[in-house]
């Protein structure tokens, strides 16, 4: 499986292209694209990725590459019968605040991607407007956390919920998403 690079190398590539968002908010569009069913193509993707991180300008080849990659990792991911997906968020040695901002990036990224295609919440499952409604929420989230071991384990508990939530969507709508990919012998 591939793996994702570390998370401030990914911010300061972001900032190099004058990409001022956070890799968590990145991450939580594409598995929000992912999530809501979507199997599309890398060229409309990464269409869609720079309509709303970057004026609809063209990536540079790096950043594309980096976006691939980050691609592959979620559908990986997603589609693994362990449950390996994570959230990409700072590491657990940055501030509990840090995390927590980077958590309501991610949320907000991931409602950006689902909401890019999903029109029509009406025929959204009771659970899955449930997870959109709790993310909704969450993107209000206080994250003023204190270093202390409750306020650590509040934050596990919330990105938990959220690594599972978005795995629910991923399972209701987008589970068709590995089967459609065709091989050429």
């Known amino acids: 499986m591939s793996e994702l690079n570390d998370y401030v190398q990914a911010q300061l590539l972001l900032e190099k292209h004058d990409i001022y968002i956070a890799p968590a908010e990145v991450h939580g569009a594409i598995s929000g694209l992912l999530a809501c069913g979507l199997n599309i193509e890398e060229k409309e993707y990464l269409g869609l990725l720079s309509d709303v991180f970057n004026e609809g300008q063209a990536f540079q080849e ?3 590459q980096f ?17 390996h997906f ?16 980077a958590l309501v990036g991610w949320v907000s990224g991931f409602l950006l991607g689902f909401g890019l295609k999903q029109k029509d ?6 659970d899955v ?12 989230l206080d994250t003023h956390f204190d270093d202390t071991e409750e306020d650590q384990q ?3 508990e919330i ?3 959220i690594r599972v939530s978005a795995m ?10 590995t089967t459609t990919s065709k091989t050429i012998h």
């Not at 919440?121 to 009771?126: E, R, T």
Request: aromatic share 12%.
């Open 121 to 126: 919440y009406g025929k959204l499952s009771v």
């Open 159 to 161: 990105i938990e919920y």
């Open 168 to 177: 629910l969507c991923f399972a209701e709508m987008g589970k068709d998403l």
């Open 67 to 83: 976006f691939a990659k980050m691609y592959k990792h979620v559908v990986e991911h997603f589609s693994d019968d362990e449950f």
């Open 86 to 101: 994570e959230l990409f968020l700072p590491s657990e040695d940055e501030s509990l605040i840090d995390q927590a901002n």
């Open 154 to 156: 509040a934050l596990h």
């Open 62 to 64: 790096e950043l594309k």
């Open 129 to 140: 407007k449930e997870v959109i409604s709790d993310f909704t929420e969450i993107t209000k």
